[in-house]
């Protein structure tokens, strides 16, 4: 991103910050992608166990090839040739892990978190479970408010997603969402997550890059 443009995002990371931070959301600023992989040694002891949430932040980032590679105990929803009952169960399993490593559709500048599901799997793990949530997300995740919010799932993330998994949805060919009844439909669960009980166990890192849908 060019440095003019990522210096205006300084201001709005300071504000959002401050907003997460009233909400018991803990925030770290990191200054680029490749910055993760070293936070996320710092934080995650050998022998923990982890999951993920299906993310192309978390794909693009590399951390399922990463989290095979260290001492852990990994859930791995990305791991080949899983069947469906193997991938249930990683699902179940990943609500007992000490580290969860997601990503969230969209983050409002009061510091709430807005995520659509297919199966709900990933924002059931957020708002209970795993003892530790890293939420981790790039300045193009950044909205003013939850009509943004909404607007970015229906024009971005949702179609991109569609059109990822090849799911032959409305959207694929529309660009946005049609709110389709359709068998393949991926955008069932709607979450907010506009405050967490326990204080800094969701964690929001904030990459000054654009990652993901």
């Not at 399993?93 to 599901?117: C, H, K, Q």
């Not at 529309?174 to 709607?190: E, F, K, L, V």
């Amino acid at each position: 991103m060019d440095k003019n443009l990522l210096k205006t995002y300084d201001n709005k990371l300071e504000r959002l910050s401050k907003a997460l931070e009233k909400n018991n959301i803990k925030t770290v600023i990191l200054e680029k992608a490749e910055d993760v992989k070293g936070f996320l040694d710092e934080r995650i002891p050998d022998k923990s166990s982890v999951a993920l949430g299906g993310s192309m932040t978390v794909i693009d980032l590399k951390i399922p090839e990463y989290l095979r590679g260290r001492d852990l105990v990994f859930h791995d929803r990305y791991a080949p040739n899983l069947s469906k009952e193997d991938m249930k169960q990683v699902f179940r399993n990943s609500f007992l892990s000490d580290f969860y490593i997601a990503s969230t559709n969209a983050v409002t500048m009061d510091g709430t978190l807005y995520n659509v599901d297919g199966t709900g799997n990933r924002t059931a793990a957020m708002i209970y479970g795993p003892d530790k949530v890293f939420v981790i997300i790039g300045l193009n995740k950044i909205v003013e408010d939850e009509v943004d919010a909404v607007s970015r799932v229906q024009g971005i993330a949702a179609p991109a997603n569609n059109v990822r998994l090849n799911t032959g949805n409305p959207c694929t060919v529309a660009g946005t969402c049609m709110d389709c009844s359709s068998q393949g439909r991926i955008c069932n669960i709607y979450t907010l997550i506009r405050r967490q009980n326990v204080k800094d166990r969701i964690e929001v890192v904030i990459v000054k890059e654009n990652m993901g849908y």
